[in-house]
């Protein structure tokens, strides 16, 4: 980038943007190429300042969150990484309480808040971090994301995967999802008018011009800044023992030692990619320092020193022994940049 274009975006955000920015310090795999540049934005109007810029000057960016559902690849990343700042983690209760509208999805259980006809809604930052709000959401004795207790990430990373656990997901306590686009416009999307499936939120990859797990380059157009969700009145000590009964599972049935990205590929209808991956006898196999975890065969570890090629191989080697031995084709879930 020219020196007076990096001054210009050095002027517009109070943080200090970050260039040649290693991206491995980004995921929670610990892996991935520096960044041309790194932007925390801080409020509404630097985020819509930044966009319109990178707009107008055709600059690629990417937003992300905790990285915790992201492959960067070795070569990194030839533009600007944006990132929510503090001004976008607020929690708060509306007064008003929405009817409540169900809206099925496949993974949906009778535990899930659709069962709920009426409840709170709170308004939350993107930027909010899931723990944070299921801690919150406790404090304040609502039901209805203890499901996320124990997902890293944030709430706008949670909303374009539509993370879910336990047969819950985040489109079930949706009420309105709020974006920014790369105009600067914000629009409030209803949840009536979003096409949610498991770990997608269909409408956002259509943003998504070029789409592919060789590394290349994408180009997302909106940026999630807030969401409304709807809860459930209820017991505190109940909320906090869920919460606490479902990180205990994850402790006991995920690898914790190693970094990764959670699941790396989707469940397919009917069955469980982890299972399919163990009985292809994959468990421990390697390419490189990136391995099929021998805790949980869905979890492709970082063992130490993975680069994204090695994450990228052993993923491959992975579909075709499940592709020949199931006759299914494992789709990641993991988002590649
Ligand atoms: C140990 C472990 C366990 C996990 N368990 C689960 C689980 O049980 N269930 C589950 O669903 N997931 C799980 N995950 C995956 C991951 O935590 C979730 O997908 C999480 O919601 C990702 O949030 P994030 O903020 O880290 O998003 P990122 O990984 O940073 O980003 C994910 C995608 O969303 C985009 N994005 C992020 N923020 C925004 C925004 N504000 N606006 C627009 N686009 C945005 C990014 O560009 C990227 O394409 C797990 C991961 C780990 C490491």
Redesign the pocket.
């Known amino acids: 980038m020219e020196v007076e274009l990096k001054r210009k975006l050095e002027s517009m955000v109070s943080s200090p943007v970050l260039w040649d920015c290693p991206l491995c310090d980004y995921t ?1 795999f610990a892996i991935g190429g520096p960044a041309m540049a790194l932007v925390t934005v801080e409020e509404m109007s630097e985020l819509q300042r930044v966009l319109v810029f990178l707009q107008e000057k055709k600059i690629l960016w ?9 492959l960067v690849n070795d070569r990194g990343f030839a533009g600007v990484i944006l990132i ?1 700042g503090k001004g976008f983690g607020s929690i708060s209760q509306l007064k008003t309480e929405l009817n409540f509208v169900s809206y099925p999805t496949e993974d949906i259980s009778a535990n899930s808040p659709l069962a709920v006809s009426e409840g709170p809604v709170i308004q939350v930052g ?1 930027g909010c971090s899931l723990a944070r709000l299921v801690s919150w959401c406790t404090d304040q004795g609502l039901t209805g994301l203890e499901f996320a207790a124990g ?4 709430v ?3 909303i ?2 539509n ?3 336990w047969g819950c997901e985040m489109a079930g306590v949706l009420v309105s999802v709020t974006v920014i686009t790369s105009a600067g416009e914000i629009r409030i999307l209803p949840r009536a008018e979003l096409d949610f499936g498991y ?1 997608i939120w269909h409408d956002y990859p259509s943003q998504l011009p070029s789409v592919g797990v060789t590394g290349e380059e994408r180009c ?1 157009r ?3 800044v807030g969401v409304e969700l709807q809860l459930a009145p209820g017991d505190q000590e109940q909320i906090r023992s869920l919460c606490q009964s479902y990180r205990e599972k994850r402790r006991l049935k ?1 690898p914790n030692k190693e970094c ?4 790396f590929f989707k469940n397919p209808k009917g069955d469980a990619a982890g299972r399919l991956i163990e009985a292809s006898g994959l468990k421990g196999v390697r390419v490189g320092g990136a391995m099929v975890s021998p805790v949980h065969a869905n979890f492709l570890v970082n063992s130490g020193g993975a680069t994204a090629e090695d994450v990228v191989m052993l993923m491959k080697k992975v579909q075709a022994a499940v592709q020949k031995d199931s006759g299914i084709l494992l789709e990641p879930e993991v ?1 590649f940049l």
């Open positions: 929670s990417r937003i992300i969150g905790k990285g915790s559902n992201l929510l993107a997902i890293p990430g944030t706008g990373g949670a374009i995967m993370a879910g656990a770990r997302v909106l940026v999630v995920q990764s990205a959670g699941s988002h």
